[in-house]
């Protein structure tokens, strides 16, 4: 491990991040117990505050065991928001980096969704975007789906609910 840096949440001195060259992985502060993954997206937001644009919308991670059409509407199975970041970019890596094993050998897609602030600030003009996990005994296969199913044309807001 190396380029140790203090801790971005609890400022304790002798509390160090400790960031590895193991792709995904979260590092966890001794003595407050916040990620390495969460330092990324607080400082994204304290980039954005610096330079005087407060975000007003977020891209949210979803994983989902399955991805199903339903009479039109999807059957995504067990659901749940594994977290959010403030650009694209970041979103799309964690998800292909597998960051903090967010498909846990269980989850087998995840969709990145854009969401607006305020109440159900579902972005309509934004196409999520879908990826596939093939699960392997030491890491999993990830890739983004070229094509979104078609019932996810009628659905937006998933990380909602």
Do not use: Q
Request: charged residues 20%; glycine residues 8%; aromatic residues 10%.
């Amino acid at each position: 491990m190396k380029n140790h840096i203090p801790c971005p949440f609890c400022k304790a001195e002798n509390t160090r991040f400790a960031h590895s060259d193991t792709l995904g992985e979260a590092v966890v502060c001794n003595k407050c117990g916040a990620r390495s993954d969460w330092y990324a997206s607080k400082a994204a937001a304290s980039r954005a505050w610096n330079k005087g644009k407060i975000p007003t919308s977020v891209y949210t991670v979803t994983v989902c065991m399955k991805m199903e059409d339903s009479c039109g509407w999807g059957d995504l199975g067990s659901c749940r928001v594994v977290g959010f970041y403030f650009n694209e970019a970041d979103a799309v890596a964690s998800v292909l980096n597998n960051a903090g094993d967010m498909f846990e050998m269980t989850y087998n897609y995840a969709i990145i969704e854009k969401i607006n602030e305020g109440v159900y600030g579902v972005d309509i003009g934004y196409v999520p975007r879908v990826f596939r996990a093939e699960h392997r005994i030491d890491a999993p296969i990830i890739t983004e789906l070229e094509k979104i199913p078609s019932f996810l044309n009628n659905i937006r807001g998933i990380s909602i609910g």
